[in-house]
């Protein structure tokens, strides 16, 4: 556990919060990991200060209801400028996002292209295609939002997206080095814990968590700080920019804020300057050591 991790708690509670949101007690933390992913090592110590950050994904009602009061389009409901794809085949050139497909059977993990498929007409609204729908999934978290469109929603909702380290110490739920965000095992007593993947990856989807797509924001326990889906679900957004460069520190960061822009652009398309964010599994925040008049809550991913 963090040290006086209780006590920071309550007083981020007493100072009153937000609507739908939690207070997130200040501290320092081991942040990335050294035996996972390349991109989130070498793990370290990092500091962060007190916020606010949402209890939840944010789903697919609350989404409709600042669509509705803007008239917001989001980015994969916009069909591409030719200008800005120069060579692009004319069947891309339109409304459209990738669609996670399972493939029949076993594929090169190398190829992401094997379970993706780009489909013209997907969007949040529609997020297999223009045939599905999301009718009856009011309160499952809204995808295919790409990080403008969760900027606007979360300016619109006086709030901010996280920082990637603001967002993996409210994960860890109060857990130091522990391996999930409620302890060491996936599946403890054989209870699942997150709405995650089953079986051989992509083609064999055993669905024993009870779902085969996203899960209700509140289908599975809390962790520590009273977040859900801080594990599994969706991919969430943060502000950080994603560098394959790690910058060398001589002291403990405070409030890191990602690499450079120059380093975030992706080595195998130098063609196509658009900097990576760091995605994580989105939501939104408030830092309550800024200013009143720039507090702004956290937000949502896309999958």
């Given at each position: 556990m963090l040290d006086n991790a209780g006590p920071q708690r309550e007083r981020a509670h007493s100072r009153g919060a937000p609507n739908d949101m939690v207070g997130i007690p200040g501290g320092t933390f081991r942040m990335g990991s050294d035996k996972h992913y390349p991109e989130e090592a070498p793990a370290h110590r990092v500091t962060v200060d007190s916020f606010w950050i949402d209890r939840t994904p944010v789903?697919?009602?609350?989404?409709?209801?600042?669509?509705?009061?803007?008239?917001?389009?989001?980015?994969?409901?916009?069909?591409?400028?030719?200008?800005?794809?120069?060579?692009?085949?004319?069947?891309?050139?339109?409304?459209?996002?990738?669609v996670f497909t399972p493939p029949r059977h076993t594929v090169d993990l190398r190829d992401w292209s094997k379970w993706w498929q780009f489909k013209a007409g997907a969007n949040w609204r529609r997020p297999y295609g223009p045939r599905s729908s999301i009718s009856g999934l009011d309160n499952h978290p809204v995808v295919y939002i790409a990080y403008c469109d969760a900027e606007a929603y979360a300016k619109w909702a006086g709030k901010d997206l996280p920082t990637e380290a603001e967002w993996e110490f409210a994960a860890r739920g109060g857990l130091e080095g522990a391996e999930f965000a409620w302890g060491s095992n996936l599946t403890p007593a054989g209870k699942h814990m997150a709405n995650t993947w089953q079986g051989n990856f992509p083609h064999e989807n055993l669905c024993t968590d009870g779902f085969a797509r996203t899960s209700p924001v509140m289908a599975f326990p809390p962790n520590g700080y009273g977040l859900y889906d801080m594990i599994g679900n969706v991919w969430e957004w943060t502000t950080d920019r994603l560098s394959a460069k790690t910058p060398k520190v001589c002291c403990v960061p405070e409030n890191p804020r990602g690499g450079r822009e120059e380093d975030s652009y992706d080595p195998y398309q130098p063609a196509i300057k658009i900097h990576a964010k760091s995605l994580k599994a989105a939501r939104i925040c408030v830092r309550r050591t800024t200013a009143a008049v720039t507090d702004r809550p956290r937000a949502t991913p896309s999958r």
């Amino acid at each position: 556990m963090l040290d006086n991790a209780g006590p920071q708690r309550e007083r981020a509670h007493s100072r009153g919060a937000p609507n739908d949101m939690v207070g997130i007690p200040g501290g320092t933390f081991r942040m990335g990991s050294d035996k996972h992913y390349p991109e989130e090592a070498p793990a370290h110590r990092v500091t962060v200060d007190s916020f606010w950050i949402d209890r939840t994904p944010v789903t697919n009602r609350a989404f409709r209801k600042f669509v509705n009061a803007t008239g917001y389009v989001t980015f994969a409901e916009i069909p591409p400028d030719p200008k800005d794809y120069p060579g692009a085949l004319p069947d891309m050139l339109k409304a459209a996002s990738l669609v996670f497909t399972p493939p029949r059977h076993t594929v090169d993990l190398r190829d992401w292209s094997k379970w993706w498929q780009f489909k013209a007409g997907a969007n949040w609204r529609r997020p297999y295609g223009p045939r599905s729908s999301i009718s009856g999934l009011d309160n499952h978290p809204v995808v295919y939002i790409a990080y403008c469109d969760a900027e606007a929603y979360a300016k619109w909702a006086g709030k901010d997206l996280p920082t990637e380290a603001e967002w993996e110490f409210a994960a860890r739920g109060g857990l130091e080095g522990a391996e999930f965000a409620w302890g060491s095992n996936l599946t403890p007593a054989g209870k699942h814990m997150a709405n995650t993947w089953q079986g051989n990856f992509p083609h064999e989807n055993l669905c024993t968590d009870g779902f085969a797509r996203t899960s209700p924001v509140m289908a599975f326990p809390p962790n520590g700080y009273g977040l859900y889906d801080m594990i599994g679900n969706v991919w969430e957004w943060t502000t950080d920019r994603l560098s394959a460069k790690t910058p060398k520190v001589c002291c403990v960061p405070e409030n890191p804020r990602g690499g450079r822009e120059e380093d975030s652009y992706d080595p195998y398309q130098p063609a196509i300057k658009i900097h990576a964010k760091s995605l994580k599994a989105a939501r939104i925040c408030v830092r309550r050591t800024t200013a009143a008049v720039t507090d702004r809550p956290r937000a949502t991913p896309s999958r």
